[in-house]
């Protein structure tokens, strides 16, 4: 047999080495075109990233202070408030961190967003259109801001989304009726803003996924209430209070679902009457509200099968009869009822409690063992409730005292309309006509008076009296927390509110050392049209004159002026200079025409402010023992460096308390705003901490 071996042309090799080199390099280029790409989408999200910082005006706690694009810098993935999945931003979270400024549209640009939350911030203009964009957002919550504009319509493109919140800000317009397309929505929170129009009868084709509907508080929602929403079988909480409905209650609506939880239709224009077998159709409610409507009828004797009702409001309708003298566990039926005074909020829900439970949680409120402290017009105590945990503090009313219902009132109306991380947040109050509450949440570390003025209860040695010492650090973020909450008392609430009594006792510590603004017992709301400059070119702000504690009230208001954030702007100046002084301005050294105002002024200098100093300060400073007798290079380089951060301090020290003079100069003419105030003192603090040297 002869066998033949195929010989091939060396051009054959060649050319197939030129093939395989071809589909290498391809598949390299391919590679690296690729890589290309990914680390392309990184570079567009740290770009967006960027884009959303420079929106922000303010940022008090430095949350975005890892956000650059310098090349040095960490990975965005490592940035505060960032989380990746891969390399992509899939979750940006910045809840609760005092940001002030806008939303930037390029926010869009994050194209594997998931969760989006700036909840409980203080951030303003319009929801950008670039939202639409998201198209894996599953969590978005935006409430607590003063964002402005209408929900942008081309949101519906959203179509995985399962949690909206947009409550508590200032959005107009209409519900988008698009929202019924959201198949997955488990949440939708718009409450306390300003929408208009009726509620889209599509949201009923969201009939297996959402539990929460609250649009509650928005007051100018109208219209019937569609009957498509008794589709909603899975709804745990429905909201609707506070607006301009009208009609009869669907009848579908009263058996909407067996797990429903909450009912509110409170301070509405709706009649009709509630059906006898409510309590069949509708047995784990814990909530039931209409309310402040026209409803008329018998009040059904079937609210006794509802075993796990907590709170039952009928008040103002016409209802005829008499109410049913067995109610099962209804305990807001007591003759002393808890009367809930913020919005429903999908304002956290505090279980409603009655005045044996408050008595009974604060030990009969016990002045030797739960007494926190006495003001004007109540005294607070300290109380555990039944099946809570967390202590409250439990604010009762001297009723015997004249003004004390009015103040109730005034603290009731500012707390209702009022929100901001530095304020201190009311959780219910209880009202009758011979017993009227505020509860709280306990602030764990007390007031800034407790810190700056310990008593012997406060402190048994000289030991424990070191650990109550506020560092200098730690008064300067208690000054930029109060002068944010005052800052937005006066510019940022629809209505301008003046507080009227700032002093230490009335700002309160929570576990955190961060400031809480209380007791609204004599805060007054200005007109609309208000405008500091009023004040300053000699125009009443108020016809109406107060009061507020002697050496912290400003002079105009003891000669017979009127209210206007500039008193407010006084109070803040003393509270300042009490801080870094020690002294408080009903001090026995200042008489014979010496005040704490003049006393600091006279010290307002770097090379004299030592000397007015609180004491407790000055430990700060001499804590670093730099008295060796050896003299050789490095004590020297100590003792020079000691030396700069001395003389840093006193300037430190020195501006601050120069804010605390001008603020509370004795003409209001010579004070300045809250605004400018708030700018003031970050920049004293940043100069502590290092920024912007």
């Not at 929505?185 to 929408?195: A, K, P, Y």
């Not at 006792?505 to 209380?518: P, T, Y």
Request: charged share 20%; with cysteine.
């Amino acid at each position: 047999m002869e066998i033949k071996l195929l010989a091939w042309h060396p051009s054959s090799y060649i050319l197939l080495l030129v093939s395989m080199l071809t589909l290498i390099i391809s598949y390299k280029s391919t590679e690296i075109h690729c890589l290309a790409a990914v680390n392309d989408n990184n570079s567009n999200d740290r770009l967006a990233l960027i884009a959303f910082k420079r929106e922000i005006t303010q940022d008090p706690l430095g949350i975005l202070s890892s956000w650059n694009n310098r090349s040095n810098s960490l990975h965005l993935c490592e940035w505060r408030g960032v989380t990746c999945s891969g390399s992509r931003v899939s979750v940006l979270d910045l809840n609760s961190q005092g940001l002030v400024g806008s939303i930037s549209p390029y926010i869009g640009n994050l194209s594997f967003l998931k969760d989006f939350f700036l909840y409980n911030n203080s951030l303003n203009g319009e929801l950008p259109q670039q939202i639409g964009r998201l198209l894996r957002l599953k969590r978005i919550d935006l409430s607590y801001n003063f964002l402005k504009g209408e929900i942008p319509e081309n949101i519906s493109n959203c179509s995985n989304l399962r949690n909206l919140e947009l409550s508590n800000n200032k959005l107009v317009g209409s519900i988008p009726h698009k929202l019924g397309s959201f198949h997955n929505l488990i949440t939708l929170g718009l409450h306390d803003n300003n929408l208009s129009g009726e509620i889209p009868s599509s949201l009923g084709n969201l009939s297996s996924s959402l539990t929460v509907l609250d649009v509650g508080y928005n007051f100018n929602l109208k219209g019937r209430i569609p009957s498509t929403l008794s589709q909603l079988t899975s709804l745990k909480i429905l909201g609707l209070d506070s607006n301009k409905f009208s009609g009869i209650v669907p009848s579908s609506l009263y058996n909407i679902s067996s797990s429903l939880e909450v009912f509110s239709l409170m301070d509405n224009q709706l009649h009709g009457s509630i059906p006898s077998d409510i309590g069949s159709t509708l047995p784990n409610l814990t909530y039931f509200s209409v309310a402040v409507n026209n409803f008329t009828g018998t009040i059904p004797s079937s609210f006794s099968n509802m075993s796990k009702l907590e709170k039952l409001q009928l008040g103002t309708n016409n209802f005829v009869g008499s109410v049913p003298l067995k109610f099962g566990n209804l305990k807001s039926l007591k003759s002393k009822s808890v009367l809930p005074i913020m919005p429903l909020d999908v304002s956290i829900r505090f279980k409603g409690v009655s005045y044996n439970e408050l008595f009974k949680a604060t030990n009969g409120f016990n002045d030797s063992t739960n007494l926190l402290g006495k003001g004007s017009f109540g005294s607070v105590y300290k109380g555990v409730l039944q099946d809570e945990s967390n202590p409250v503090a439990v604010k009762v009313l001297h009723l015997q005292q004249r003004g004390a219902t009015k103040s109730f009132i005034a603290e009731c109306d500012a707390l209702r309309k009022v929100r901001h991380r530095n304020l201190l947040r009311i959780l219910t109050c209880c009202s009758s006509n011979d017993f009227k509450a505020l509860v709280f949440k306990f602030m764990a570390n007390g007031s800034l008076e407790n810190w700056l003025h310990p008593t012997m209860s406060d402190t048994n040695n000289n030991d424990q009296l070191q650990v109550k010492n506020l560092n200098l650090k730690r008064r300067l973020n208690i000054a930029v927390d109060v002068a944010s909450a005052v800052k937005y008392l006066h510019h940022d609430c629809e209505s301008p509110l003046v507080h009227c009594d700032l002093k230490p006792s009335n700002v309160l510590l929570d576990d955190d050392l961060v400031a809480r603004v209380g007791d609204f017992g004599l805060a007054k709301f200005l007109p609309h049209t208000y405008n500091d400059s009023r004040q300053l070119n000699g125009q009443d702000a108020s016809s109406i004159a107060i009061k507020g504690s002697i050496g912290y009230v400003s002079p105009e208001y003891g000669m017979g002026g009127e209210v206007s954030t500039l008193g407010d702007v006084y109070s803040y100046g003393i509270l300042l200079l009490e801080m870094f002084t020690g002294k408080r301005p009903t001090d026995d050294m200042f008489k014979d025409g010496l005040d704490i105002h003049n006393f600091s002024k006279m010290h307002a200098f770097p090379e004299r402010v030592l000397d007015i100093v609180d004491s407790r300060l000055l430990l700060e400073l001499d804590g670093e023992d730099l008295h060796n007798n050896e003299t050789n290079n490095y004590n020297m380089r100590r003792c020079e460096r000691r030396n700069r951060e001395r003389h840093t301090t006193r300037k430190i020290l020195a501006s601050i308390i120069e804010i605390g003079v001008i603020c509370s100069s004795e003409l209001p003419s010579d004070r300045i705003n809250m605004n400018e105030i708030l700018v003031d003192v970050q920049a004293v603090k940043n100069q502590f901490l290092g920024i912007g040297m």
